[in-house]
């Protein structure tokens, strides 16, 4: 099945510091990655849709320059939390569409934990 | 405002006999509704999916079933199994971006 590899699973670091999340899709090419965020407890929020080529789209609420997003191949899209600050603390997540038309799942990464002290 | 809703947070169910998780939506665009299941500090897993055109789909011990005038859908697990306890999401997407609306989770436990 399709797999989304997401890396690193989990991040600790001091306030003002950027943090780079990669997602990769292994057997397939994605056009598409979107990025999530949980909070403790609730639900997938969605951040932002990345499209291979093409800018971000990002979800009412989101700073497109807070967390920059890039997509510059079919297998991977990068996720950049800047100058991070303690409300950044999450769970990120990561998942991929493959190209095909029509509705198919989307496939998760395993998440990365960000921690900023 | 909560487009998918699962108005359970947590359902227990012994061992052996029928999970049913419950998710209603009120957005009448949806046009394909989702099932994951996730464990804590993981991502979600793709369980199963149904379209908009059809009102029941089967793969293995679990089954969707779609009802849209009411704006419900339902997971039967059966026969459930200790280790399908995790929180279990639907989610449900419109369009060609095929975004994600996700509901708010329910823990599901077996016990044994």
């Known amino acids: 099945g399709a797999v989304v590899s997401q890396h690193p699973s989990r991040v600790i670091c001091k306030s003002g510091t950027s943090v780079k999340i990669e997602c990769r899709s292994l057997?397939?090419?994605?056009?598409?990655m979107f990025w999530y965020r949980q909070f403790p407890k609730q639900s997938l929020m969605l951040m932002a849709t990345s499209n291979e080529g093409s800018k971000a789209t990002y979800e009412q609420g989101v700073e497109k320059d807070k967390f920059l997003i890039n997509h510059a191949s079919l297998t991977l899209s990068t996720l950049t939390v800047t100058s991070a600050h303690p409300e950044d603390s999450s769970f990120y997540i990561c998942?991929?569409?493959?190209?095909?038309?029509?509705?198919?799942?989307?496939?998760f990464g395993d998440g990365t934990r960000l921690s900023i002290l | 405002d909560q487009q998918v809703k699962q108005n359970s947070p947590s359902l227990s169910v012994q061992e052996g006999r029928i999970s049913i998780l419950n998710c209603d939506y009120t957005n009448s665009m949806f046009d394909y509704f989702l099932w994951y299941k996730k464990y804590p500090a993981e991502g979600p897993t793709f369980l199963i999916s149904i379209s908009s055109i059809k009102d029941k789909n089967e793969d293995g011990r679990f089954t969707v079933f779609l009802n849209k005038s009411a704006k419900h859908l339902s997971l039967h697990i059966v026969p459930s199994q200790p280790g399908d306890s995790a929180v279990y999401f639907c989610a449900a997407t419109s369009g060609s971006a095929r975004q994600l609306t996700f509901g708010s989770g329910t823990q599901l436990t077996v016990l044994p």
């Open positions: 057997d397939f090419q994605a056009t598409t």
């Open positions: 998942s991929a569409r493959g190209p095909r038309q029509g509705p198919q799942p989307q496939h």
